[in-house]
Nanobody, 123 residues
Framework: QVHLVESGGGLVQAGGSLRLSCAGS????????MGWFRQAPGKEREFVAA????????YYADSVKGRFTISRDNAKKTVYLQMDSLKPEDTAVYYC????????????????WGQGTQVTVSS
């Protein structure tokens, strides 16, 4: 069992930065791949970024590549999403998920989810 809690969301102007954190608990956290997804009003949840259990491999959606950076600290059981050069279209609720395996960009591959944190980017 893995319990996840996101934090760090808020309101920021376009071009600004935010750093999201996802604090995990449970013995298996460090063996799980982790991902960030987001859901904007009226839209389906979409993949943002993922990181392997060791942190050696990272993956990004084309829409955030070069602007967002995912990282993890297994000793702290925390995953981060550094978001730079934010755009109004990045506005969404951001969720972190823990995966025991599967295709990293599919939310069906994730077994545990946090409650989400709101990110709002004003123009």
């Amino acid at each position: 069992q893995v319990h996840l809690v996101e934090s760090g969301g808020g309101l920021v102007q376009a071009g600004g930065s935010l750093r999201l954190s996802c604090a995990g608990s449970g013995r298996t956290f460090s063996s799980n791949a982790m991902g960030w997804f987001r859901q904007a009003p009226g839209k389906e949840r979409e993949f943002v970024a993922a990181i392997s259990w060791s942190g050696s491999a990272t993956y990004y959606a084309d829409s955030v590549k070069g602007r967002f950076t995912i990282s993890r600290d297994n000793a702290k059981k925390t995953v981060y999403l550094q978001m730079d050069s934010l755009k109004p279209e990045d506005t969404a609720v951001y969720y972190c998920g823990a995966s025991r395996g599967g295709t990293y960009y599919l939310d069906s591959s994730y077994d545990y989810w946090g409650q989400g944190t709101q990110v709002t980017v004003s123009s």
